[in-house]
């Protein structure tokens, strides 16, 4: 913090700090110098307009680091921590600067800050809340008195008062709530029914009986295909004898005995009365 302020009060030119400047050797003679590095952090109006802020915060009456001001031009600022509670203090600062010396105070209440702090060396006193403007502001005080004792103090540059750039008034881009369309899956046919549905099998997909009507239809075997009595009314007709031949005796007939169809024995053959009995075979 130190080094920081220290940047603003060098116009704005940044030091890397360090302990040793220099060393000499037991005749006096220099042996080491540190040094100088700088580079620029900030433009030298920036860094005074910066710094003359500050030396408001200690020269005007009623604020917080009126207590820090030294026997040279002062700058600086105060610092406040608390620990969840507005009441709880945990740390506070005092960091600020002359034109040559910069310097930060810092209090912490114990360990972590969560401690007390004993003001008598007894211990039976201990500091209430304190805050950048009180105990450390007083702190820098008195220390910075004894360094700058009998330095020139130098002086601050002048503040610039840089204009500021009219620029533009933020407005924060409006926020909308968009809903991602729903997008909605068409329903799919599922391969395997469910189990769970008592007919599996759905409506009966055989549709009506598809042997409809006894396709064999009436009884193919329809009325007796023999039909009636193939064997007609009795083809020997009246009985041939008739009456007593007074002819000739009976001879064989030449006519080949009647080949009647189906198996051997349903055909007619001569009887031995000369009679053709006909017939059909089945």
Known sequence: MANSYATFGNGGEHNDWYVID??????????????????????ADVAADVTYALQQVVNVPGATGNSAA?????????????????????????????????????YVRGKNGNGDIAYRNDGSL??????????PAATFQSYMNKVLEGEDCGEFAEPAYIEADEG???????????????????????DTPDTDDPNTDGPDTDGPDTDGPNTD??????????????????TDGPDTDGPTNTGPPD????????????????GGQGGPEGGTQGGTGR
């Open 70 to 106: 030294t026997v040279c031009p002062t700058a600086g600022k105060t610092g406040t921590a608390t620990a969840g509670e507005d009441t709880h203090v945990s740390s506070a600062w005092f960091t600020g600067m002359s034109p040559d010396i910069s310097t930060a105070v810092m």
């Open 168 to 190: 533009e008034i933020y407005t924060p881009p409006e926020t909308t709530t968009t809903q991602d369309p729903t997008t909605e899956l068409e329903p799919t046919l599922d």
């Open 126 to 135: 201990y500091m209430p809340s304190f805050y950048g403007g009180s105990y």
């Open 217 to 234: 239809g009436p009884d193919t075997d329809g009325p007796d295909t023999d039909g009636p009595d193939t064997d007609g009314p009795d």
């Open 22 to 43: 220099s060393v000499e050797d037991s005749g006096g003679e220099s042996v080491f110098e540190h040094p100088e590095k700088g580079d620029r952090a900030f433009s």
């Open 251 to 266: 001879t064989d007939p030449t006519t080949p005995p009647d080949e009647g169809g189906g198996d051997d024995d349903g």
